[in-house]
């Protein structure tokens, strides 16, 4: 299978980042997508990929870095000739937030202007998402790929539930955390995973900063953390992905981000900490991610 990194950064627009989203290839051709967050759709076509060639979604949870691109990738993927519905799979919530989107929701008036054109109105299946809230466990299966999806630990359940996933295809294991503190599931679905792509959001010193100054939420997990898991899990190799901006140069991000983010300490040479923190605990292959990184398993 081949595994493209459409968008590793986090919840702020970043110039070299897009946000959360994986698109697993597998051998026979079909394509997954995990997150959606923005520029996934346009990450797709620079990375050869036809997002109308996309039949499933998967969202880990409902925070705008993982599905602010959904709409766009809909209604582009009608546009592109897309035949059927694109299946979404995701918490709580799910159908509620895919509802208000098209026919009946914010993109109504595009919705009606493009579906009076014949061409469009017979494929107009596309653009109605079959949508399913999942509960854990076994949540998807074809002949091509199994998906195995948990709770992790990221926000309050009642806010919105958060999943980490496990990844069966072409006798490969590929495990994604979503975004959440270090916590069993995670290596439960990590366990002998030929892959672990797991969230990075800050290093530690970004964490002590923002315990310091009671600022965001502590639910992510540190690069510490990280090695941690993945040393449990006994994981084959780890991307570390779902970067919180730290390592950015951007003037905009760093003016912006002066209230909750210790701007001061920001640039690339960050990456250098998180390596250092990860293998503290974890001595596997070891790779940072950026956008359009490719993985062949
Ligand atoms: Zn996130």
């Keep these: 299978m081949k595994i493209t990194m459409l968008g590793t950064g986090a919840a702020l627009p970043d110039p070299d980042r897009g946000q959360s989203a994986i698109l697993i290839s597998t051998d026979a051709g079909k394509h997954y997508l995990f997150d959606c967050g923005e520029g996934a759709t346009r990450q797709m076509v620079r990375a050869n990929i036809n997002p109308a060639d996309v039949g499933l979604v998967f969202l880990t949870h409902l925070h705008h870095d993982h599905i602010s691109d959904f709409p766009y990738f809909v209604i582009s993927s009608w546009m592109l000739n897309r035949t059927g519905s694109p299946i979404l799979l995701g918490p709580k919530g799910t159908k509620n937030f895919a509802n208000h989107l098209f026919e009946d929701g914010a ?34 299966e074809d002949s091509d790929i199994r998906i195995t999806a948990l709770h992790v630990d990221h926000l309050p359940h009642e806010i919105c539930e958060c999943y980490g996933v496990r990844v069966e295809a072409d006798g490969k294991v590929v495990a994604f955390s979503g975004d959440t503190k270090p916590c069993p599931a995670m290596v439960e679905l990590a366990r002998d995973a030929d892959l672990l792509i797991h969230e990075c959001t800050f290093p530690q010193s970004f964490i002590d900063h923002r315990a310091k100054t009671g600022v965001g939420t502590y639910s992510h997990t540190s690069p510490l953390g990280l090695g941690l898991i993945a040393n449990e899990a006994r994981a084959k190799s780890v991307v570390a992905t779902h970067f919180g901006h730290f390592d950015s140069t951007s003037p905009v991000l760093k003016r912006a981000a002066a209230k909750h983010l210790p701007v001061e300490l920001m640039g690339p040479h960050l990456m250098e900490d998180v390596v250092r923190d990860i293998r503290k605990n974890y001595q596997g292959p070891l790779r940072l991610a950026h956008d359009l990184m490719r993985i062949d398993l």
Excluded at 131 to 140: A, D, H, K, N, Q
């Design 107 to 140: 993109f109504r008036a595009d919705f009606l202007a493009r579906s009076a054109y014949p061409v469009r109105k017979d494929n107009i299946e596309a653009v109605r998402p079959d949508v399913r809230e999942i509960v854990p466990g076994v949540v998807y």
